[in-house]
Nanobody, 115 residues
Framework: QVQLVESGGGLVQSGGSLRLSCVASGSVSSINNMGWYRQAPGKQRELVATIYNSGSTNYLDSVKGRFTISRDNAKNTVFLRMNSLKPEDTAVYYC?????????WGQGTQVTVSS
């Protein structure tokens, strides 16, 4: 089992920045990749960014150039740096970790961007 705890959400003005953190604990050696998803009210959850054990990353088109996913392996932590935030980035952001057989989720952290 893997446990994930997110932090760093909040209220920010349009154009501002936030950094989300996700600390993993438990069977962290089983994790193949980690990512951030978001879900806005009335919308489906969508994948925002992924980072693989190789270090390669993928991003949702609408956040490319604004968001950066990174990790600190020594601290079992994944970050999502969000710059130039827009009101449409408002959502609950969830950390996700995937192993060969399982997918784990954090509890979510609210990000609200005011115009």
């Amino acid at each position: 089992q893997v446990q994930l705890v997110e932090s760093g959400g909040g209220l920010v003005q349009s154009g501002g920045s936030l950094r989300l953190s996700c600390v993993a604990s438990g069977s962290v050696s089983s994790i193949n990749n980690m990512g951030w998803y978001r879900q806005a009210p009335g919308k489906q959850r969508e994948l925002v960014a992924t980072i693989y054990n190789s270090g390669s990353t993928n991003y949702l088109d609408s956040v490319k150039g604004r968001f950066t996913i990174s990790r600190d392996n020594a601290k079992n932590t994944v970050f999502l740096r969000m710059n130039s935030l827009k009101p449409e980035d408002t959502a609950v952001y969830y950390c996700n970790a995937r192993s060969v057989l399982n997918s784990y989720w954090g509890q979510g952290t609210q990000v609200t961007v005011s115009s």
